[in-house]
């Protein structure tokens, strides 16, 4: 397909999030134009805070892209959204899509798609948030309808903090936890670099694994007409294909 014919795939970020854009973009595949606006910096906030306000200005985030006409849009901001009930989810991505002229979904809707088209409703949730936001991130996924049956809480180092966790730390900490096979694997956080991860985590089994990203290109591709199974389709998003009904 041309470049200029190509659908273009807005996603809405974070403005320290550095793995959204380059893991959305490689999974969408060549066929689709990824273009970005990012949510604005907020010194002196806590993260709760800045949470908050990426939710008070998603219209104007998504207005950011002025007149480049979007075919569909990700809110690439699961902890935003996880403050949210999933109808609230649901009624303000439905909302920003009639203002838009596009359909819009958050990270944390995709997921639930992903999961409800692969027949999936019990979950590890891998989350590298810090413990009050992992608490209601589960929430949220037991408002959606699922059960999480086990959390396994990823620290870089330390500390909390997705932007930092690296590949060798998830993989190990995921291991470490000895999640029984019948559960599927959640990775939550659009910031969280999670390829080589998935890859090397993929060796130990046949179970689902799925994260937000990942679930951001299905979607997305899946919402735009686009073949989800494919030999071109990149790796990670045709083995979620081969599982879901939407391919």
Same mark, same amino acid.
């Given at each position: 397909m041309a470049v200029h014919r190509a659908p273009r795939? /807005? &996603?809405v970020v974070p403005s320290g999030n550095a793995a959204a854009e380059p893991e959305t973009s490689r999974l969408a595949g060549p066929e689709i134009n990824v273009h970005t606006s990012r949510f604005p910096v907020l010194p002196g906030k806590s993260l709760r805070e800045r949470l908050d306000t990426y939710n008070e200005?998603? =219209?104007? +985030? #998504?207005?950011?892209? /002025? /007149? #480049?006409?979007l075919d569909a849009a990700v %809110? +690439?901001?699961s902890g935003s959204h996880?403050? #949210? *009930?999933?109808?609230? @989810?649901r009624k303000i991505c439905d909302e920003l899509g009639e203002r838009v002229g596009a359909p819009i979904a958050s990270t944390t809707l995709a997921v639930v798609a992903a999961l409800e088209a692969a027949g999936v @409703?019990? %979950? +590890?949730l891998i989350s =590298?948030?810090? =413990?009050?936001? *992992?608490? &209601?991130s589960r929430d949220y996924w037991a408002q959606a309808g699922l059960t999480v049956e086990r959390v396994v809480k990823v620290r870089a180092g330390e500390v909390f903090s997705p932007y930092d966790v690296r590949p060798d730390e998830l993989i190990d900490q995921v291991r470490g936890a000895a999640v029984p096979e019948d559960l599927a694997l959640v990775f939550t956080g659009t910031g969280m670099f999670t390829f080589a991860a998935l890859e090397e985590l993929a060796r130990d089994g046949d179970r689902l694994l799925i994260t937000s990203n990942l679930a951001a290109a299905w979607w997305a591709r899946r919402t735009l007409g686009l073949p989800l199974g494919a030999d071109d389709v990149h790796p990670l998003l045709r083995s979620l294909a081969a599982r879901t009904t939407g391919r």
């Open positions: 795939l /807005g &996603i200005v998603l =219209p104007e +985030a #998504l207005g950011n892209f /002025g /007149g #480049l006409h %809110i +690439a901001c996880y403050l #949210l *009930t999933p109808e609230g @989810d @409703d019990r %979950i +590890a =590298p948030y810090e =413990p009050w936001l *992992t608490e &209601i």
